[in-house]
């Protein structure tokens, strides 16, 4: 039996890292059906969802400070979860007060894989960020121990600062393969001199909606094929590098919702409102984000919005986007779940990542900058997509497969350096 050990997972209650996960979970146990696979996750409490493929769920070896803590506090902390992990990584000594779960998963992992996900980059130009830290030192001890490493399907940098630039070169020429999603990336790696990294797709294409073992009154929207049916996800941004943060938000969430006001009145829309991510932090819930779209829409445009409140599974969410005419997304993998459903789509662009995956398939038209975006920008790109449906979906239906093959591409990777 192979131990496969996936690290840096952060929370179910984001549905696109879950997908993440789900897909790795599938697609490793199709390349390595003798496989027991362990994830180590900053919220363990909220992601037993895993344990349903039949996986251990564990925490992560170094964990993060709170958020509320002072700067000195949350440095300190850091520093104290690095000097412990050392400590083991030295004597083999679990560190008083943790669970030994993770470390016997290090200990006994033949693979460690980094998940699929945006998370190693550092925004500040002068210095550098705590969760980079944090989510480098899982992938070091897992070289320092001697394992082999695999970064699976990941978006990558930028790293900002010289500190930064520094501490992600240190780590990453050491793992063993390093699949990317896009090529942006592949600039970012460049920049540090980390070279010759592979391009795949994101894991999460490979997902399935498994609409047949949903509850149709419980998960699937009830759609109106009268109606033009139009999703849409927002999010609370708070546009790192800005010093007029509350002015860019504002503007962001006005032009949503005066592409809404124009669908329901000019284009016959019924639009709903999703919530891709609910936790497992308020500024991450895009409930509440969904509520400031709701403050201003007018009243008549309200009749014709339809506000999602339940916690959805990822495996739902991609079927209820299935549904839909046409999507408009802010969350890079609620794009996603649409676009492999073949529904053409207009991305909203708050990080490099989701630029580079909507090149990937040809769609740059169909994205706009959170940074840059107004009212009829949006709504020139909206107006484009829907002139333009039909053969958006042909395009989708031609280039879907081939990047459900390419996620594929890391599962298969990870056998071949266990072998």
Known sequence: ?????????????????????????????????????????????????????????????????????????RLLFIISEIKKVNRFVKNKQIPRGRSGDIFNAYNNADIIISCGGGFLYSHPKYHIEASLIMHLAQIYFGKKIGKKVLIYSQSIGPFNSKMSKKLANYVLRKVDKITIREKLSKNFLEDINILNPIVVSDSAFVMGAKEEEIKEDEAIIQINKNYLNVGVTVRQWVFPGKENTDYYYNKYIKSVSDAIEFLINEKNAIVYLVPQVT???????DRISNSHILSFLSDHAKKSVVILEKDYSPQELKAIY???????????????????????????????KTTGIMEKLGLSDYVININDITSEDL???????????????????KIIPKIVNEAEKPAYIASQLID
């Open 279 to 285: 936790g497992p932090t308020p500024i991450e819930d």
């Open 322 to 352: 299935s549904k839909f005419d046409m999507f408009i997304g802010t969350r890079m993998h609620s794009n996603i779940f649409s676009l492999s459903s073949k529904v053409p789509t207009v991305a909203i662009s708050y990080e490099p």
């Open 379 to 397: 709504k020139d790109k909206v107006l484009q997509c829907i002139h333009n449906k039909e053969d958006y979906r042909r395009a989708l239906k």
């Open 1 to 73: 039996m192979k131990q496969v050990l996936i690290i840096n997972a952060h929370s179910s209650k984001n549905k696109g890292d879950a997908a993440i996960i789900i897909s790795m979970i599938q697609s490793l146990k199709k390349f390595i059906p003798n496989s027991e696979i362990t994830v180590s996750s900053r919220y363990p409490e909220d992601d037993d969802i895993y344990k349903q493929y039949g996986c251990n769920v564990v925490e992560q070896i170094t964990r993060f400070p709170n958020k509320d803590f002072p700067f000195l506090k």
